[in-house]
Structures are given as C-alpha cells and as structure tokens.
C-alpha cells in the first residue's frame, strides 16, 4: 500500500501525511525559539558596553536599597501598562526604544537575592546520601541548584511560584551555556523577586502570554498575586528558552475545568497558585501519555496517535501506521489530545493513581533519556547506583502549590524480588534551607523533606515546565 505524502513548506522535503503537521509544527516553533534567543542577546549587549552587568556593594550584599533611578523605572511601567491592557497597546511599546532603555534601568538596578549558601553544594550533598542508602536503589539527579526559601518577612503563603524560579535559575546560570548572558541581561547572578516581577511585566510586554497578563491587569511588581506555570514559562521564554508546560491529569478533571465560551475552548493563566486552566500543554499536540504504542512500544507517543475500531484498546503511533502492517484492522487518528473515550463508548479511567504513575514514568526517562541504556533497564543493569543527568530541573505544579524536582529515584519494593517503586525528589521552598542542609550533612531525616512517592501526590492533577 504506497503512503501518501506531502511536501514540507519551509524545507520542500516529503513526508508521510501522517508527519508532515508535526514536522511542519516544528518548523514554527524553531522560528519563534530563534527570535527569543535574538531578543535576549539585544538585552544583554548593551549591558555590556555600559558595564550594568556589574552590581555595587550594595546589590552584591543583597540589600533592598534601589537607586532613586529604580522608583521611575516602576513609574514608567505603571504609566506605560495603564489603559493598554489589549496586545494592540503592548505592541505600540514595542515599536520604539521604550523597551530597551527599560531593560537597561532594570539590569542597573535589580537586586540580588538572598539565599542560605550551602558550601558543600545541595546536589552534591543529596548524592552521597542517596549512594549510602541501604536496599536495590538507583537515582537520576540534576546537577548543581540552589533551594530558595520563603520566608515571613518576603513572601511566605504567595512566593512559592517565584522561589522555584529562583531555583531554576540558578541551575541554568551554572549549568546551561550561554545562560549567563541571556537570563536578567547579562547580570550572572539570580534576582530578588521584586526583580523578577518586573522581568516578567516586560516579558508581558514583548507579548508573552497577554491572556494571562490581562487576567493580572498587566501589573504584577509589588504585589502578593499568585503565579503558576504560565507566567514560569513566559518569563523564561522571554530569554530565549524553551520552556513548554506538559498536563498530567485526569479527563474528568479537565473537563470539569473548561471554561464557558461556548467553544470548549479553554482559558489559560487565571488561576494563581495553580495549574493553568487548560486541558491541553503545548506539547500536547506532539506527545501523548495515556497509552503506548502496541506496534514498536514506544511511549510516550509522539506526533498523530491512531486507536482500532476493531481491537480494543490497541493504538499505534505514525511510524508504524505507515509501515501497512496493520492495514488489514481500521484506525481512527486523533492529531491534537487523545479522547480519553473510545468509539465503542467505554471511558477511559485509569484512577488517580495510575494517572499520577504515568507523571513518574515520564519522569524518570526525563531524567535518565528515554533512549540510553538506563530507560528501561533493571536495576540490577545499572552500573552506578546514582547517575548525574544532563537535564534541568522541572517546575512542578499543582492546585495552590509549586516544588521544583531534581530528581527521581527508582527501589525495590521490600518483601519482593520483582516489583519496584519510583520516588521523586522535590525542592519545596516551604522547608527551611538550613534545615535541608543539616539533615542532608547528617544523613538523617533528609528523606522526609526531598522525597515524594506516589501515594503523597493527592491533587487530582499536576503540571510540568519542559525546559
């Protein structure tokens, strides 16, 4: 049976029909990838030639002490905001140089934050322990990062979307090329939150995320409004990262959440301090997690996803659809999300737990690559008891709170000789950092503060920031 095809607009090759929306997808996204990262690189160059990249005494101690220089700068956002609150007003804005001499008030002025500096180093500290549990164990950690706590006296009960930034950041700032001179023009190092706040105003501004903007008002510096993961992700993709959100959750839940445009559309970034109200990540499209495929078991399934209507419960992804192994059976395709509902009526519901399986599962081939030898393996085929990954820690979401994990850790369940368990390893910036520090130094108690098995995961659904 010959495959039909078509060919790609951007790079005139021939693809399967199958692929060619994915590649073509693809395409957009490196585009619009592309222009972030030239835009982060104009932030950062004229700081440069005017040495703002350097803080005084001041700002290196980390002391709230703003040039007068900071007040007008909040001024000129406030004026520049009121009375714009549609994309048409932003762009104005945009036109000029309004932005650039914002930015580099910004840059002279923002403020580095505070953090409990441990000397040792976190990840460092988290691995000896995890090498010196006892039992059938094997982790994947991130490398060096961080925690950012909150405190009473800047932003306990409403900063935690912003500590687990600050987290991020100063894993990128160390670890990721080039990330010095994109993120916060060029300063190196990781700003307070007040700073942040304003990075993410002008991230608005440049027409990131306008929808959630609008439900803020455009106005977010000072202010003690939650934020999830949509404002995360447009604040990192205003410097040139890839930062995609990844839905794990329910049907029924995301159902529940739709918004009532009569359109079944849904409405992204008005709720703070939760997930986004979306059933749909932007890699949705791409990637799918309720099911494998049965032909070559791939999982998750990328690109166009295709159920039987003869055998149930059996899917295949693109690849194997187009090998006409199976043209013999019929196949309903599905090019954006899987309809958790087959053609025969039956739903699709797994339970929470098996649900929140699926977040784990993802997790662990984040962490070790879905294609090295580690994915899959036992874990008497691990050589190392705990590997360094290569990955950046994940923004990790739910309903009125966010963590960061660094990490997963997979064991042997005890009393059995087979069946295993997976744990994630989570920065809460609720906990104490010294706290963290003494119980990881001694070995003792530290499991209780980073580890997070299935069984505690009870919020019927959870979001991740892809970076």
Same mark, same amino acid.
């Given at each position: 049976?010959a495959?039909?095809? !078509?060919?790609c607009?951007?790079?005139h090759?021939q693809?399967?029909?199958?692929?060619?929306?994915w590649?073509v997808?693809?395409?957009?996204?490196?585009?619009?990838?592309?222009?972030?990262?030239?835009? @982060?690189?104009?932030? @950062?160059?004229?700081? $440069?030639a005017?040495?703002? !990249?350097?803080?005084?005494?001041?700002?290196?101690?980390?002391?709230?002490?703003?040039?007068?220089?900071?007040a007008r700068?909040?001024?000129?956002? !406030?004026s520049?905001?009121?009375?714009?609150?549609?994309?048409?007003g932003?762009?104005e804005?945009?036109?000029?140089?309004?932005?650039?001499?914002q930015?580099?008030?910004?840059?002279?002025? &923002?403020?580095?934050s505070n953090f409990?500096?441990?000397?040792?180093?976190?990840?460092s500290?988290?691995?000896?322990?995890?090498?010196?549990?006892?039992?059938?164990?094997r982790?994947?950690?991130?490398?060096?990062?961080?925690?950012?706590?909150?405190?009473?006296?800047?932003?306990?009960?409403?900063?935690?979307?912003?500590?687990?930034?600050?987290?991020?950041?100063?894993?990128?700032l160390?670890?990721?090329?080039? @990330?010095?001179?994109?993120?916060?023009?060029?300063?190196g190092?990781v700003?307070?939150?007040?700073?942040?706040?304003?990075?993410l105003?002008?991230?608005?501004?440049?027409?990131?995320?306008?929808?959630? @903007?609008?439900?803020?008002?455009?106005e977010?510096?000072?202010?003690? $409004?939650?934020?999830?993961?949509?404002?995360?992700?447009?604040?990192?993709r205003?410097?040139?990262?890839?930062?995609h959100?990844v839905?794990?959750?329910c049907?029924?839940?995301?159902?529940k959440?739709?918004?009532?445009?009569? &359109?079944?559309?849904v409405v992204?970034?008005?709720a703070?301090?939760?997930? !986004?109200?979306?059933t749909?990540g932007p890699?949705?499209?791409?990637?799918?997690f309720?099911?494998?495929?049965?032909?070559?078991?791939a999982?998750?399934?990328?690109g166009?996803?295709?159920?039987?209507?003869?055998?149930?419960?059996?899917?295949?992804?693109?690849?194997?659809m187009?090998?006409?192994?199976?043209?013999?059976?019929?196949?309903? $395709?599905?090019?954006?999300?899987?309809?958790?509902?087959?053609?025969?009526?039956?739903e699709?519901?797994?339970?929470?737990?098996d649900?929140?399986?699926?977040?784990f599962?993802?997790?662990?081939?984040y962490?070790?690559?879905?294609?090295?030898?580690?994915?899959?393996?036992?874990?008497?085929?691990?050589?190392?008891?705990?590997?360094?990954?290569? &990955?950046?820690?994940?923004?990790?979401?739910?309903n009125g709170?966010?963590?960061?994990?660094?990490?997963?850790?997979r064991r042997?369940k005890?009393?059995?000789?087979?069946?295993?368990?997976?744990i994630?390893l989570?920065l809460?910036?609720?906990?104490?950092?010294?706290?963290l520090?003494?119980a990881?130094?001694?070995?003792?108690?530290?499991q209780?503060?980073?580890?997070r098995?299935?069984h505690?995961?009870?919020k019927?659904?959870?979001?991740?920031?892809?970076?």
């Amino acid at each position: 049976m010959a495959t039909k095809s !078509a060919g790609c607009p951007f790079c005139h090759i021939q693809l399967p029909f199958s692929e060619i929306e994915w590649h073509v997808n693809n395409h957009l996204d490196e585009e619009e990838f592309s222009r972030d990262s030239e835009f @982060a690189l104009q932030l @950062a160059s004229p700081t $440069k030639a005017n040495s703002l !990249a350097t803080p005084n005494s001041d700002v290196l101690a980390g002391q709230d002490r703003r040039p007068t220089d900071y007040a007008r700068f909040s001024n000129d956002i !406030a004026s520049s905001n009121k009375g714009t609150c549609g994309q048409k007003g932003l762009f104005e804005i945009l036109e000029g140089e309004h932005i650039h001499d914002q930015v580099s008030l910004l840059v002279s002025c &923002q403020i580095k934050s505070n953090f409990y500096r441990i000397e040792e180093g976190l990840m460092s500290l988290l691995r000896k322990c995890l090498e010196a549990e006892h039992g059938l164990t094997r982790s994947a950690i991130s490398g060096h990062i961080d925690h950012f706590q909150s405190t009473s006296s800047e932003d306990l009960g409403w900063g935690c979307g912003w500590r687990n930034i600050q987290m991020l950041s100063s894993h990128l700032l160390t670890q990721t090329y080039g @990330a010095k001179e994109m993120l916060f023009g060029g300063s190196g190092f990781v700003p307070d939150i007040p700073s942040l706040q304003k990075w993410l105003e002008i991230a608005w501004m440049r027409g990131f995320d306008v929808m959630g @903007a609008d439900s803020l008002d455009f106005e977010i510096y000072g202010c003690r $409004k939650w934020i999830g993961t949509t404002e995360c992700a447009a604040l990192l993709r205003s410097f040139g990262l890839r930062a995609h959100i990844v839905d794990f959750g329910c049907e029924a839940v995301n159902n529940k959440m739709r918004s009532a445009d009569g &359109q079944g559309q849904v409405v992204q970034g008005r709720a703070r301090g939760t997930p !986004a109200i979306k059933t749909n990540g932007p890699l949705d499209k791409f990637l799918h997690f309720e099911v494998q495929c049965d032909g070559c078991e791939a999982f998750p399934i990328r690109g166009f996803i295709f159920e039987s209507t003869q055998r149930e419960n059996f899917h295949l992804c693109s690849d194997c659809m187009d090998t006409g192994k199976y043209s013999s059976l019929e196949f309903v $395709k599905f090019d954006t999300a899987y309809s958790s509902t087959s053609r025969s009526g039956k739903e699709f519901n797994a339970g929470k737990s098996d649900n929140h399986q699926v977040l784990f599962d993802w997790v662990w081939n984040y962490f070790v690559g879905e294609k090295s030898v580690h994915s899959k393996a036992s874990l008497e085929q691990f050589k190392e008891r705990v590997i360094t990954s290569q &990955q950046t820690p994940l923004y990790f979401q739910h309903n009125g709170h966010s963590r960061t994990i660094v990490g997963i850790q997979r064991r042997r369940k005890s009393g059995s000789a087979k069946d295993e368990e997976a744990i994630l390893l989570v920065l809460d910036p609720a906990q104490r950092t010294e706290e963290l520090a003494r119980a990881l130094r001694g070995n003792s108690g530290w499991q209780k503060l980073v580890k997070r098995g299935v069984h505690t995961l009870r919020k019927p659904e959870y979001q991740v920031i892809l970076l």
